[in-house]
């Protein structure tokens, strides 16, 4: 059985709607959760564990991918995944995970930049998502989730940008086996009705709004996201469509 290590970065962005997917995959997952109570922290393995799984997915958080003073955990995350992309192994990076593909790739993420993305957002694939063998199962436009004031403002070098929208450039990209997404595919319309309205009204959000607008997108972003990840555990088992 495929095995695949999930790293829990902060515990309100949990795996969702990824989890049964993987499962229906007969994917073995590892779950681990970051963040401690009161501040501590769990251990996270770093890149002496490579070879124990077949995948990684790094899930997303409000930190930024190298603030390792208020998150301990990020060194050993980067320095998996690092490992990771050097053994060829599939990993997923969704918010701060495809920020810390990005960094650890040599790309750049900064803090609070650009306009702020928050609810269900239009997406579309760049024309080399077609021929990707994860995002090409993806329709050519639709609609995810966001929750965002950090964004990555310029791909490593030797990555493919496979996604945009229109208030920001870098939506995913692939960097070999990896992926990484500044969009939330595990994240529902039920997700956003669990949002604080008055922070979402200071960003200049209105929670009624978007909540209505994630209803009406949601049966088409979900048959989205269920191919990325379906495609996903695909490249994690090595099977085929």
């Known amino acids: 059985m495929s095995r695949i ?28 959760v970051a963040p401690g109570p009161d501040g501590t922290w769990n251990d996270v ?21 190298d603030e390792t003073d208020r998150a301990p955990w990020l060194a050993n995350e980067a320095a998996l995944a690092r490992a990771a992309l050097e ?13 810390l593909l ?6 750049e993420v900064k803090a609070q930049t650009g306009a702020p993305e928050k609810g269900a957002t239009a997406i579309t694939m760049t024309p ?9 199962q993806l329709s050519a436009a639709t609609h995810f989730i966001e929750s965002h004031v950090d964004r990555i403002t310029a791909l490593p070098p030797a990555a493919t940008l496979l996604a945009s929208s229109e208030l920001c450039e870098i939506q995913a990209f692939r ?10 595919p595990e994240a529902s319309a039920e997700a956003v009705r669990g949002w604080n309205a008055e922070k979402l009204a200071e ?27 379906d495609a996903f555990a695909r490249e994690v088992t090595g099977a085929r469509a």
Not at 11 to 29: A, E, F, G, T
Not at 102 to 107: L, V, Y
Not at 209 to 224: F, M
Request: charged share 25%; hydrophobic share 45%.
């Open 45 to 65: 393995p770093g890149p002496e564990a490579v070879e124990a799984y077949d995948g990684f997915v790094y899930l997303g958080g409000g930190l930024m991918p």
């Open 87 to 99: 053994a060829d192994k599939p990993q997923l990076g969704i918010c701060l995970g495809g920020q």
């Open 102 to 107: 990005a960094h650890i790739g040599g790309g």
């Open 5 to 32: 290590l999930m790293i829990v970065n902060d515990v309100d962005s949990k795996p969702r709607r990824l989890i049964p997917r993987l499962i229906d995959h007969h994917i073995d997952i590892d779950l681990r």
């Open 128 to 136: 080399a998502a077609a021929s990707d063998p994860v995002f090409g």
């Open 203 to 229: 960003l200049g959000f209105d929670k009624d709004t978007l909540i209505a607008e994630a209803d009406r997108v949601e049966a088409d972003s979900a048959r989205n996201a269920q191919a990325l990840f």
């Open 175 to 184: 960097l070999g086996r990896a992926w990484g997404m500044q969009f939330h």
